[in-house]
């Protein structure tokens, strides 16, 4: 009921910085705890960052002091903020609702086309 949009990403330099949207359609959006997630190539996606329903946040400690997600429930987007980027950070970035990502683990099969992330010279 519920579909995910990302956008935002691009080749940036080493500490460089890009902000990340994910659009969502739907209604229930505001209720919805929204993650961030990441894949780098030949690796496991993996956990960035999620909000809750009530603003409250979680980010990887590989990213932490350095990304900042928040959301806008009028405009049904959440943001994911990336500062001083580091070559480590290349991947392709994807969002979901996550309590719907932790239901179905891996047999979760809903990811959108996510947006590609390169951080390089």
């Known amino acids: 009921q519920v579909q995910f949009v990302e956008s935002g990403g691009g080749l940036v330099p080493p500490g460089g910085s890009l902000r990340l949207s994910c659009v969502a359609s739907g209604n229930m959006f505001s209720t919805f705890t929204i993650g961030w997630y990441r894949q780098a190539p030949e690796k496991q996606r993996e956990l960035v960052a999620y909000i809750t329903s009530l603003d409250h946040t979680y980010v990887a400690d590989s990213v932490k002091g350095r990304f900042t997600i928040s959301r806008d429930n009028a405009k049904n987007t959440v943001y994911l903020q990336m500062n001083s980027l580091k070559p480590e950070d290349t991947a392709v970035y994807y969002c979901?609702?996550?309590?719907?990502?932790?239901?179905?683990?891996?047999?979760?099969?809903?990811w959108g086309q996510g947006t590609q992330v390169i951080v390089s010279s």
């Open positions: 979901n609702d996550h309590r719907a990502v932790i239901t179905a683990g891996r047999d979760f099969r809903s």
